[in-house]
């Protein structure tokens, strides 16, 4: 199993619709997740990072954090073309002495 | 504020020379990255450094690969003698008090072996 396992896309959503992004990780012990944004040809950016169960809101994204189930989420409401990019979701896996270990990435596509 | 300078932007070199990345960290951070990225394996650490002191090479590839940080504010990755496969884009990030926290990106340098 891969330590942090997302699904490669690519996810198509209609414009103003609700994209929903999935990453499980392996590692019980996490504490700190991060969601980055990729546009084709650039370099990652942060858009979110997460630390305690439930949710946390900041503009149209929210992360979503089930440490039971060992998952995080993104959710972008009113979805627009621009958001369309690749998704990375990273998490500090501490049995890799905290290195913080990248998802391959979910390839999100904004229909207008 | 400047954010992670890094040079080149883009290299095609031939198989069997040096190559030689560059990388100037967003002042101030103590945490210093090097991430290789392809399209098969995605974005891997290859090595980290704290207040210049590399903490964990085990991503590094190959011997072909050396790191160093003489000071606070410059990095260099390099590879030698350069193949195909090193291939991908190189990205130099750096983060203030630690991996867990938020790590910036430079704009990554392309590199072409031919």
């Known amino acids: 199993q891969k330590e942090v396992e997302q699904n490669s896309g690519p996810l198509s959503v209609p414009e103003g619709a609700i994209a929903s992004l999935n990453c499980t990780y392996s590692?019980?012990?996490?504490?700190?997740f991060f969601w980055y944004r990729q546009y084709s040809g650039k370099s990652p950016e942060l858009i979110m990072f997460i630390y305690s169960n439930g949710d946390k809101e900041d503009g149209r994204f929210t992360a979503q954090l089930n440490k039971a189930s060992q998952y995080v989420s993104l959710l972008i409401r009113d979805s627009q073309p621009s958001d369309s990019a690749t998704y990375l979701c990273a998490v500090r896996i501490m049995e890799y002495g905290n290195k913080l270990v990248f998802g391959a990435g979910t390839i999100l596509r904004v229909k207008s | 504020d400047a954010g992670v300078i890094q040079s080149p932007r883009h290299e095609v070199t031939e198989m069997g020379q040096e190559v030689t990345l560059r990388c100037k960290p967003i002042s101030g951070h103590d945490y210093l990255f090097w991430y290789r990225q392809t399209m098969m394996r995605g974005l891997e650490l290859l090595i980290y450094f704290n207040n210049n002191v590399p903490i964990d090479d085990s991503g590094m590839p190959e011997d072909r690969f050396s790191a160093k940080m003489p000071n606070a504010s410059f990095s260099t990755l390099k590879i030698q003698p350069s193949e195909p496969r090193d291939s991908a884009v190189y990205f130099c990030a750096s983060s203030l008090g630690g991996t867990g926290n938020t790590i910036y990106f430079g704009e990554g340098s392309w590199l072409t072996v031919v």
């Open positions: 590692d019980r012990g996490s504490q700190s």
